[in-house]
Each structure stands twice: as structure tokens, then as C-alpha cells.
């Protein structure tokens, strides 16, 4: 009888170090995310990108930096292959890349999101498998890709259409980022003028630290 009661204590203490461990374990986590730094892009909406929005943003908690985003609505093609996209104008010093230094005029510089090729289809209107979209995303600079700013043509009108098709070159791919595509914002204005549209700042993109200062920030913006 004594040693089950002493059995039964060691199972005990045994379960409450194994508490205290996974306690000790989720706040070692939490505090891990809490220093992380996140980045969020998120739409503007009805807000106006002026001296005031820069100031109410600037006092979220753990906020680091904020860049203006334009999007240009784009037609990209990579072979067979189209999808209608966007592009995000952004100063490329929001991702630590700087290329477009040795861009080859006004060609855009694109900055892949790892999915962001997950909706092209073929000239018969099959999606593009993933092996196909990994098979480009690892080509990198020698991915022969190209743009429209017109909406494209139905697929079997793709031909005709091929004059409006304008080289862009994919300088790396983000796999912090998912279906988005950045350009420099020089570049998106560039874009627009050859469009004759106004540059609009449509979204903003955080550089926040904390987890859960991310999803507060995402709050005030929904």
C-alpha cells in the first residue's frame, strides 16, 4: 500500500514537471514571436495616404516602418501561359533588394510572391500545374516574361493581341510574400504615365514587431 501511494505521488510530480515545462516551453515561444519583425500589406480603403494617416500609423504598437503601395493592374504572360495580376509599386528597400540599378530602362523589375503565378492558364484555359510555376520561379533572371497593360484577349485571340506585350524581368522571388508581384514605385509611375492614369496610393505595407501587435494592426485597417 505504501509504495502505490508513493507510486502514485511520483506520477504526480512527474505530471506537474511536465506542466511547468510546457508552460515554460508556450511562454519561451511567445516571447520569441513577440521579437520577430512581421511584415503585412494591407489596403488603405476609404483612408486617405497623407501627414495625418502617417501619424495616427506611426503610433501603432511596435510598428517599424510603413511604405506606400500603388497597384497597377496588369496582363502577365510567360509562354502559353497568362494571368490578369497586379502590380504592387513599392521602394524595394522595403525588402533589403535594390536591383533596379541595373535595370535596362523602364523595364519593370518584378519581385515574385511564391504564388503569385498560381493563376496563369494556357491558350486551351487549363491552370498552370505547381511543378510548372516552381520550374519558373527557379529560373530567375533567365524567365522570359512579359506585360500588358491592357486586359488580355480571350485565349485563342492571343496572337493578335502580341504588340501589346512589354519585357519585364523577375529579379528574385519572395517567399515571404504570396500571390503579390512588386515593382520599384519609380517604375509604377513610369507605368502610369505611359497609361495616362494618376500614381494612386491604394495600400500600405508594415514592418511591425510582435505577433500580436500584427493582428491589431490588421484590425484597425479592416
Known amino acids: 500500500m505504501k509504495k502505490k501511494k508513493i507510486d502514485s505521488f511520483c506520477v504526480f510530480l512527474l505530471c506537474i514537471c511536465a506542466l511547468i515545462l510546457f508552460l515554460f516551453f508556450r511562454l519561451f515561444l511567445g516571447m520569441q514571436d513577440e521579437k520577430k519583425t512581421y511584415t503585412t500589406l494591407v489596403p488603405l480603403g476609404d483612408l486617405a495616404y497623407d501627414s495625418d494617416f502617417l501619424k495616427n500609423t506611426a503610433k501603432i504598437k511596435g510598428i517599424r516602418e510603413i511604405y506606400p503601395v500603388a497597384q497597377i493592374p496588369v496582363t502577365l504572360k510567360i509562354e502559353d501561359y497568362t494571368e490578369s495580376t497586379t502590380f504592387y509599386g513599392i521602394d524595394f528597400n522595403a525588402f533589403a533588394k535594390n536591383p533596379a540599378e541595373d535595370s535596362p530602362g523602364n523595364t519593370p523589375i518584378l519581385l515574385l510572391g511564391k504564388n503569385s503565378l498560381a493563376n496563369m492558364k494556357d491558350s486551351n484555359g487549363h491552370q498552370i500545374s505547381k511543378k510548372q510555376q516552381e520550374k519558373y520561379l527557379q529560373m530567375g533572371e533567365k524567365l522570359s ?50 497609361g495616362d492614369t494618376p500614381l494612386s496610393i491604394t495600400s500600405v505595407l508594415l514592418k511591425i514587431n510582435g505577433k500580436e501587435n500584427l493582428e491589431n494592426a490588421r484590425q484597425l485597417f479592416q
Open 145 to 194: 516574361i512579359a506585360y500588358s497593360l491592357k486586359e488580355a484577349a480571350a485565349p485563342d485571340s492571343l496572337t493578335s493581341a502580341a504588340s501589346t506585350w512589354l519585357p519585364c524581368r523577375a529579379a528574385a522571388v519572395l517567399k515571404t510574400q504570396d500571390t503579390e508581384i512588386y515593382i520599384p514605385i519609380s517604375q509604377a509611375k513610369a507605368l502610369c504615365q505611359a
